[in-house]
């Protein structure tokens, strides 16, 4: 059974950083593209950040990109994301997804194993 864990949300002052943590387990790893979404208060569910199973691939929303840096050990079953610059629009809930591929992806609907969420809160 795949197990997907997300730690490292929390309450962050505009222009703080926070790092997410993410630690899948189950089923081989290495051989499979992660990804993060978020979702804020009555909003829909969007792409953050994708890596593909070796991390020499990755992409970026363009609303996080320059800011958001995706990372992964596969040594550890982990992905990383780590937010520098957070604005008040950043809030909302993260959900890191695993996909059953090599190759990294934006669509939420090629992810089949999700966490529960860690929640980031930016305060102005």
């Known amino acids: 059974q795949v197990q997907v864990v997300e730690s490292g949300g929390g309450l962050v002052q505009a222009g703080g950083s926070l790092r997410l943590s993410c630690k899948a387990t189950?089923?081989?790893?290495?051989?499979?593209?992660m990804g993060w979404f978020r979702q804020a208060p009555g909003k829909e569910i969007e792409f953050v950040a994708s890596?593909?199973?070796?991390?020499?691939?990755?992409y970026y929303a363009d609303s996080v990109k320059g800011r958001f840096t995706i990372s992964r050990d596969n040594t550890k079953n982990s992905v990383y994301l780590q937010m520098n610059s957070l604005k008040p629009e950043d809030t909302a809930v993260y959900y890191c997804a695993q996909r059953p591929d090599m190759l990294a992806s934006a669509h939420k609907t090629e992810y089949d194993a999700w966490g529960q969420g860690t929640q980031v809160t930016v305060s102005s």
């Open positions: 189950g089923r081989t790893f290495v051989n499979k593209a």
């Open positions: 890596i593909n199973y070796s991390g020499g691939s990755t």
